[in-house]
């Protein structure tokens, strides 16, 4: 089974998550993704982004507001932060990287990739149980996976040197409550882990190699991976999907 590594690959919020679901979809090996992405707020799959963050604000500074795929909280993205993302086939095995059903399993397995590669950098970080990544200065990271009968995707935004006031803003859930399905973001003190962009790719590439015992080398997505994305690309486009109650999305 392939192992590839793809550095960015899309442009714009939107089709970076129409390119993720994308390689969901698609991919049957080891995929690693490290990319970058422009000021925006990225909603967990069961939030109400009205409740989660400035809508507001967003609006009238042309902050996109983007549901992903996968679960979880709001999360702030940036010209500070490098996100990652980690794609495991159902049949891949490569050391401590593999599929596995267990949700917290997929946690611990990602955590660990992201924990080494920091220490690599020299910035220890640890695993807070469930998906949270911190430093001693705070929140670092956080995780949200998505699993299937084919294969599962896990990825986070690791804190470089981002707008840590900006990013508090604007994932600052509101105080109402909600029916429990929907997810509710938690507030947490936020910290820069002051890594390069550059050194950490550096880093995740050298830890998965080392896992699975193979090099990776940087590819673009597949033409089908492209034309996949294209297709999604319509639903990451549309404010009833991104803004709406996603129990009550219909593709069109």
């Known amino acids: 089974m392939e192992s590839r590594l793809i550095l960015d690959g899309a442009e714009g919020t939107q089709a970076n998550l129409a390119l993720e679901e994308a390689l969901l979809r698609g991919n049957d090996g080891l995929l690693l993704r490290l990319w970058g992405n422009e000021r925006s707020v990225i909603i967990g799959r069961a939030q109400l982004a009205r409740f989660e963050t400035d809508v507001e604000r ?98 986070g935004t690791l804190l470089l040197d981002a707008d840590l006031e900006e990013a508090a803003a604007l994932t600052q859930p509101s105080g109402v409550e909600l029916e429990r399905r929907y997810t509710r973001s938690r507030a947490m003190k936020v910290a820069n882990t002051g890594i390069g962009s550059d050194a950490f790719i550096a880093s995740m590439r050298s830890v998965v190699e080392g896992e699975i015992g193979e090099e990776i080398k940087p590819q673009q997505p597949t033409d089908s991976e492209r034309r996949m994305a294209e297709s999604l690309l319509p639903k990451y486009n549309d404010p009833v999907w991104n803004l709406g109650d996603p129990f009550e999305w219909k593709s069109t």
């Open 58 to 155: 967003c609006a009238r500074e042309e902050i996109p507001i983007v549901r992903r795929v996968t679960a979880g909280g709001a999360i702030y993205n940036g010209s500070g932060n490098i996100n990652w993302s980690l794609f495991v086939g159902r049949e891949f095995k490569g050391g401590g990287i593999r599929y596995t059903w267990g949700v917290r399993e997929v946690f611990r397995m990602a955590a660990d990739v992201v924990v080494e590669a920091a220490a690599a950098c020299g910035v220890k970080t640890w695993l807070d149980a469930p998906n949270r990544i911190l430093s001693a200065e705070g929140k670092v990271s956080g995780m949200a996976a998505y699993l299937s009968r084919g294969g599962l995707l896990c990825h």
